[in-house]
C-alpha cells in the first residue's frame, strides 16, 4: 500500500476497534436500530450512505490480511463469522462490482459469494445474506468467486433445500437409481450439451466421443426423466433438478 492508503488503514484500524467493529457486525446481522448505522459510520470512518458490497468467504480463503486494509482504490472490512466463514465489507465508491470479482479472484483461494450493491450501511444485512447465498451457489471443491447476479436461478435452488431436494427427486429420481458410473456419464453430457449452448457437435469434442453417442446420451436422459430437451419448460425443469442435485443434494 502507499505511505496515504497505509495511514488512511491504520486510522479506520483504530476507529475500527471496539465499539466499531460491535457496530459492524450489529449491521451485518441485519440489525435496524435507529441511529445504528450513523454511529457506525462515525466509529469506522465510512461515509453512511454510499455504494457498498459484501462478499462471504471460505475462513482463511484471504490469508492472514488485517482486519481493515486498502487496495487498488477500495476499501475492506474483515469480520468473521463463526469458525468456517468470513466477510467482506467494502466500500465500492464509484467501481463496477466486477472489478472486485476479479480482484477476489486473484487474491483469495475462494470459493466465494459476492452479494449485490448496498445504498449504504444499512443495507449491509441484506447485502451479507444474499452474498452467503451466492457462495452456496459455488459446487463443492471448486475455487470460483461469483457474484450473485450471475448465479440467480442456482440461488433460487439452494435457497428452497425442500422444494430442492423434492424437484430432485421428482425430475432426476429414476436416473439417480442407476449405477453410479451411468448418473454420472449422462449428467456429465447433459452439463456438456448445456455448456455448448446445445450442440451436440460441441459438446462430442469437449467429451472426446461422436455427436451420435452425445445424442443417445441425451435420449437416454429424457426416456429416465419422461422430459423433453425440446421442451422449453420441461427442459428448465431439468437444468434446475441438474443444479439442485450438484448443490444441495451433494452437501455434506
Not at 459484501?54 to 482463511?60: F, Y
Not at 465508491?93 to 444499512?122: F, H, K, N, S, T
Not at 451479507?128 to 448465479?151: D, K, W, Y
Not at 420441461?234 to 455434506?252: G, K, N, S, V
Amino acid at each position: 500500500m502507499s505511505g496515504s492508503a497505509a495511514e488512511h488503514g491504520e486510522d479506520m484500524r483504530r476507529h475500527g476497534d471496539g465499539g466499531g467493529r460491535a457496530l459492524l457486525d450489529a449491521l451485518l446481522e441485519g440489525r435496524s436500530d435507529p441511529g445504528l448505522a450513523a454511529r457506525a459510520a462515525g466509529a469506522l470512518g465510512l461515509p453512511e450512505r454510499g455504494r457498498y458490497v459484501v462478499a462471504a468467504l471460505a475462513a482463511g480463503g484471504c490469508g492472514p490480511a488485517a482486519g481493515v486494509l486498502e487496495a487498488d482504490g477500495l476499501r475492506f472490512l474483515r469480520r468473521g463469522r463463526g469458525g468456517d466463514r468470513e466477510v467482506l465489507v467494502v466500500a465500492l465508491g464509484d467501481r463496477d462490482p466486477a472489478v472486485l470479482a476479479a480482484l477476489l479472484a486473484r487474491w483469495c483461494r475462494g470459493p466465494g459469494g459476492i452479494g449485490p450493491v448496498a445504498d449504504g450501511l444499512a443495507g449491509l444485512g441484506t447485502a451479507r445474506r444474499l452474498a452467503e447465498v451466492a457462495l452456496l451457489t459455488c459446487p463443492p471443491g471448486t475455487s470460483e468467486v461469483v457474484r450473485l447476479e450471475e448465479r440467480l436461478p442456482a440461488a433460487l435452488v439452494v435457497s428452497q433445500p425442500q422444494l430442492s431436494a423434492r424437484l430432485v427427486e421428482d425430475v432426476l429420481g429414476p436416473l439417480l437409481a442407476a449405477a453410479p458410473a451411468d448418473r454420472a456419464l449422462l449428467l456429465r453430457t447433459f452439463e456438456a450439451w448445456l455448456e455448448c449452448g446445445g450442440s451436440a457437435g460441441r459438446a462430442a469434442g469437449r467429451l472426446y466421443c461422436h455427436r451420435n453417442t452425445v445424442l443417445n446420451r441425451l435420449r437416454r436422459l429424457e426416456r429416465l426423466t419422461s422430459r423433453s430437451l425440446t421442451r422449453p419448460r420441461e427442459l428448465i425443469e431439468m437444468m434446475l433438478a441438474l443444479d439442485a442435485f450438484r448443490l444441495t443434494a451433494q452437501r455434506p
